[in-house]
């Protein structure tokens, strides 16, 4: 299994230039969700999905966008590159029953320039 | 309104020392509560996980937690400490059903010879 899969491991972007991060995942989730991790805030909740076609906001969603037209498959959106958006973001998923923790991908590191 | 806190920023500890790493959440309900630890450039790694049950729960790497209900604390700890210990370190809690995870800002753990 490949488990949860971030595609691409590294970034570059100019301001104002669009974007979309990858996530993938073989595990037949329902739950998907996308983090930012930046120094000092731990991990914060851009967007979730809770099954295809269904998505909402958590704590820091302004300047994304996310879809969810298939199980496998949770892209995240940057459509205009500012600078803030500098960080570390993971992709996770979860089934939706049973006591069991969320799997992340490895992480895509951007940097907007 | 939900919350992690990770008093701690940052620990030295000497090879072979215990550590414990503290967690305090507030929280509606019962969470589930997790430690991750990230190394340098590396993604998430699952320490350990509380659903329910027995209150000490035993992770990977000799770790340990113990989830203290009166005190909304799910503190992390390790008898004795390597070299390879040296990471960050993140509590995270989310609800019963998939919800949200709310992480912690972290404590960077540095392990001295």
């Known amino acids: 299994n490949a488990g949860v899969t971030q595609t691409p491991k590294f970034q570059v972007l100019k301001t104002g230039q669009s974007m979309t991060l990858q996530c993938a995942q073989d595990?037949?989730?329902?739950?998907m969700s996308w983090y930012r991790q930046d120094p000092g805030m731990g991990l914060r909740l851009i967007h979730y999905s809770v099954g295809a076609g269904i998505t909402d906001q958590g704590e820091v969603p302004n300047g994304y966008n996310v879809s969810r037209s298939t199980t496998e498959d949770f892209p995240l959106r940057l459509l205009s590159a500012a600078p803030s958006q500098t960080s570390v973001y993971f992709c996770?998923?979860?089934?939706?029953?049973?006591?069991?923790?969320?799997?992340f991908g490895q992480g895509t590191r951007l940097t907007v320039v | 309104a939900q919350s992690v806190t990770q008093p701690d920023i940052h620990i030295t500890v000497s090879e072979g020392a215990s550590l414990e790493l503290r967690c305090n959440y507030s929280?509606?309900?019962?969470?589930?509560l997790f430690w991750y630890v990230q190394s340098p450039g590396q993604g998430l790694q699952l320490l350990l996980k509380?659903?329910?049950?027995?209150?000490l729960v035993q992770g990977i790497k000799g770790f340990e937690a113990e989830f203290k209900r009166s005190q909304s604390s799910f503190n992390l700890r390790k008898p004795s400490v390597h070299w390879s210990d040296a990471a960050e370190y993140f509590c995270a809690v989310g609800p019963q059903s998939w919800g949200k995870l709310q992480f912690g800002a972290g404590t960077q753990v540095v392990v001295t010879p």
């Open positions: 509380y659903f329910s049950g027995d209150t």
């Open positions: 595990m037949n989730h329902e739950y």
């Open positions: 929280y509606g309900a019962t969470p589930y």
């Open positions: 996770a998923s979860r089934p939706q029953w049973g006591d069991t923790e969320a799997f």
